[in-house]
């Protein structure tokens, strides 16, 4: 199993769900201008990471690539528990985080690529980052009293650590949300997480 990535990416979370497997894999890191080549497109048509090899079978979109770990490693568990309401639930949060919140970011990330107006830019990320934390209050509400979004630790834990990980980079203040900043010391305490984090050279 291959794993093409950019340090830091939405790739990271297939890489912590891979660490949780504890099977081999191999993590191959692809460079920015890689990205949008023939090489690369050849297995990602949108010049985007996450996308996988799995013996010749190639994968992307990061819910698919999740979706499988999750069904060919069904004992790692990583959709939260084997109840179809552990599952359901680990879906909620893994569409929440990949279709919402994610693609928020892209607006901020990727301003300049949307809006050429410097003023447009600046404005369209300050109101991204304003939704975006509207939507972290949702999650901040949802995990109370609760360590994971699921019943158990799941694949949308992943997804959310690594947006919390953007919201530091892009200075989007959670203080507030005490939720949050637990269930982020926790993924960052978890040695899986720190084996991906330090493959991908990151802290
Ligand atoms: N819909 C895709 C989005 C993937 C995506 O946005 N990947 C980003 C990294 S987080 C990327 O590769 N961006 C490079 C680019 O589009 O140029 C998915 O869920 O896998």
């Not at 410097?118 to 939507?135: C, D, P, T, Y």
Request: proline fraction near 3%; charge should be neutral; charged fraction near 20%.
């Amino acid at each position: 199993m291959k794993l093409y990535g950019l340090p830091g990416a939405c790739s990271l979370v297939d890489h912590i769900a891979l660490q949780w497997v504890g099977k081999p894999f191999e993590y191959v890191a692809v460079g920015r201008d890689a990205l949008k080549q023939a090489p690369f497109l050849a297995v990602s048509p949108m010049g985007a990471v996450p996308a996988i090899d799995d013996a010749g079978f190639t994968l992307t979109q990061n819910c698919a690539i999740l979706e499988y770990l999750a069904e060919k490693n069904p004992e790692a568990k990583l959709l939260g528990g084997e109840s179809l309401k552990a599952r359901s639930e680990a879906r909620r949060w893994l569409a929440f985080c990949n279709s919402d919140i994610h693609k928020t970011y892209s607006m901020i990330f990727g301003a300049a690529r949307l809006v050429s107006e410097a003023a447009g830019q600046s404005e369209l990320s300050k109101n991204a980052s304003q939704r975006v934390r509207e939507m972290y209050a949702i999650v901040d509400k949802h995990l109370a009293g609760r360590d994971w979004l699921s019943e158990g630790r799941s694949v949308a834990d992943a997804y959310l650590y690594v947006t919390l990980r953007w919201a530091n980079a892009k200075k989007i203040d959670i203080s507030d949300m005490p939720n949050l900043q637990a269930h982020y010391n926790r993924m960052s305490a978890d040695a899986s997480v720190q084996a991906a984090l330090a493959a991908e050279g990151l802290k």
